[in-house]
């Protein structure tokens, strides 16, 4: 059981990280890597919220959805309450936790429409995940856009500084460079299987 | 006459949604290893944005300012699951192969983009041609990043062997292939649209309302809502050059005040 949950957490992290490998998240992740501190920022901000959307919406689908036959609103019942959980958040924040507000608040707006929170709770759905296993994937789901954000604000300050051809500078070397970063990711492909059996 | 065709064919190249607006990554990337899936992908994304671009265009003198993004998150999401139970009854092998990247149509920055920039300050008909133009430029760009991967990563197209097997390149199939031809492939688009004096592809945060996060972002966050930002965010990432207002909005070539015109 414990193995299993290592599992899931490492996988989330590394094997499946959602940036590089499954492609959620990428307008943050191109727009704010470009200056560590945001970077960081924002990742807290995604980590927060995914695991509270997780916690949310889990009871909901499990005691309400599925339990109704009603599947099929999943959609259109996450992506309400992850626009309505956040906005209460920020409300709250704003009210009773000042110093966290003044930190994490002028992104929690941003990350209401943002693939990888909506991302994260229908794979939880979808991979048939109970409780705690769905919270174990979503904490390691945010440490990988963490590291993901990690990562990529240093390589952008490289970019930054050297010299590139006209047309390939901005998004098309950004880009590139996601692509050699993805490929690295490529090299933890079957490490999981072989760690934890 | 004229006017309509413009706003047609203006998602085509002109502002293409994906190299041109650098909107609607994520589906972008993951879906385009094959041919099919992409199109399967665009034909959905279509549909979504013809009908959502409709239903809020129609509504857009009803709904409070307010509560505009949450209503319109609501109009997508219902188009979606229409979309996903049509593909479950009808074609469960693309439902399939579009997993998880079908309900995240939903915050596909395309649609809310769309709905936000041009739906909710013009008339159906206008919104309607928008959103048929848009949906067919994002399905050309997916459906050219998705000949070079699935031509040189598999050696077919639409599942007919083209290149012998032997001769494939592995890493396009993969996800890094996905950041590498999307990277190049805008590279090209850069330089043409340099050829005809026009600015880069950047990421912008006017047509994307809730996905972008630059600098732009914050600063016009911090007017709209009375949130306080620290300075050091702006001027840390404040210095995107601002865009030429052509690129981004209809507005310089269409006035919005003009939307009671019938087409």
Known sequence: MNTNLFYILFV???????????????????????????????SVAVIFVMVLATAVTW???????????????????FILII????????????????????????????????????GVVLLNVQSGYNFIESMVNSIGGGLGFLLAMFMFSGIRSRIDKSDIPDFLSGLPITLIAAGIAALAFQGFVGIAENLFT | MNKSKEVFFQGFIKENPIFR??????SSLAVSSTMIASLGMGVSVIFVLV??????????????????????????????????LLLKAYLLE???????????????????????????????????????GMGIGYTIALLSIAFIRELFGFGSLFGFR??????????????????????????????????????????????CPVAGLCGEGLIRLQKTDDVEIKDEYIKSDANIEKPDDSVIYIDGNIKPDTEEETI
Not at chain 2, 21 to 26: A, E, I, R, T, Y
């Open chain 2, 51 to 84: 009908l959502s671009n409709i239903v809020i265009s129609s509504l857009r003198k009803v709904i409070p300012d307010m509560v505009r993004i949450p209503a319109f998150i609501t109009v997508i999401a219902g188009f979606v699951t229409i979309v996903q």
């Open chain 1, 59 to 77: 009871p909901i689908n499990h005691f309400l959805l599925e339990t109704y036959q009603l599947e099929y609103l999943q959609t259109l019942v």
């Open chain 2, 162 to 207: 083209i290149i012998p097997e032997e001769y494939t390149i592995l890493i396009l199939t993969l996800p890094a292939g996905g950041f590498l031809v999307l990277g190049f492939l805008m590279a090209v688009w850069n330089k043409l649209a340099a050829l005809q004096g026009k600015p880069k592809a950047e990421l912008h945060c006017q047509t």
């Open chain 2, 21 to 26: 607006l650098v909107l609607g990554m994520c």
């Open chain 2, 94 to 132: 693309i439902n399939n192969m579009l997993g998880v990247y079908l309900p995240l149509i939903v915050v596909n920055c395309i649609i809310l983009g769309r709905a936000e920039a041009f739906a909710a300050k013009n008339s159906v008909g206008y919104a309607a041609l928008d959103g048929l």
């Open chain 1, 83 to 118: 626009a309505a959980l956040v906005q209460l958040v920020e409300t709250f924040m704003k009210r009773y936790m000042v110093p966290l507000y003044n930190a994490l608040g002028i992104y929690l707006p941003l990350i209401t429409t943002n693939c990888i929170v909506l």
């Open chain 1, 12 to 42: 989330a992290i590394l094997v499946e990280n959602y940036v590089y490998v499954q492609f959620l998240g990428i307008c943050p992740f191109l727009g704010v890597s470009k200056n560590l501190k945001t970077a960081m920022g924002m």
